[in-house]
């Protein structure tokens, strides 16, 4: 039987494990999907920042610098760029014109999902190697550590 010590040493040694496998694993998605971000001169912070405008009706500036943790000035230049790709629009609050919110258009969506759909085709290839049991596992672990990244 393992002492606390030599647990925690454990679980520290497959964590490592498993941030190498996180590391290595989005670096491949991430050079496979430079090739569709650059058909399209979208740099990634800018198809991250489409990927939340997708899920949301719109975002504020300071909501968008606070997810993208980027400064204020730097989400105002990633959205000018966006904006002129027509990927988004901004638009004003009716109660504040000073509020300027910014939600994606239909192009944008487009490529969202797009990216997405390939990113998709390469799960299925991997998942179709594995058997019932292993997907439901993979599926399972995944759904918590999403829910421990959405909530940190």
């Known amino acids: 039987m393992q002492t606390a010590e030599e647990n925690k040493a454990t679980i520290r040694k497959d964590a490592g494990k498993l941030a190498?496998?996180?590391?290595?694993?989005?670096?491949?998605?991430?050079?496979?999907?430079?090739?569709?971000?650059?058909?399209?001169?979208?740099?990634?912070?800018?198809?991250?920042?489409?990927?939340?405008?997708?899920?949301?009706?719109?975002?504020?500036?300071?909501?968008i610098s606070k997810k993208m943790g980027h400064s204020t000035a730097a989400a105002t230049g990633l959205v000018?760029?966006?904006?002129?790709?027509?990927?988004?629009?901004?638009?004003?609050?009716?109660?504040?014109?000073?509020?300027?919110?910014v939600e994606i258009t239909p192009k944008g969506i487009e490529l969202v999902e797009r990216i997405r759909?390939?990113?998709?085709?390469?799960?299925?290839?991997?998942?179709?190697?594995?058997d019932d049991n292993e997907q439901e596992a993979l599926l399972k672990t995944y759904g918590k550590i999403s829910t421990y990244v959405r909530s940190n």
């Not at 058909?39 to 300071?62: C, D, I, P, R, W």
């Not at 629009?89 to 919110?101: I, N, P, T, W």
């Not at 390939?118 to 290839?125: H, M, N, Q, R, Y």
């Open 20 to 63: 190498d496998f996180i590391m290595f694993t989005q670096r491949s998605f991430l050079l496979n999907l430079s090739k569709e971000l650059n058909k399209g001169s979208v740099s990634y912070a800018q198809f991250f920042l489409l990927g939340y405008l997708a899920n949301e009706n719109y975002l504020t500036m300071t909501d």
């Open 80 to 101: 000018d760029r966006l904006e002129k790709l027509g990927y988004v629009q901004r638009l004003h609050a009716s109660e504040d014109r000073r509020k300027v919110m």
């Open 117 to 130: 759909d390939d990113i998709t085709a390469s799960l299925v290839e991997l998942m179709v190697d594995l």
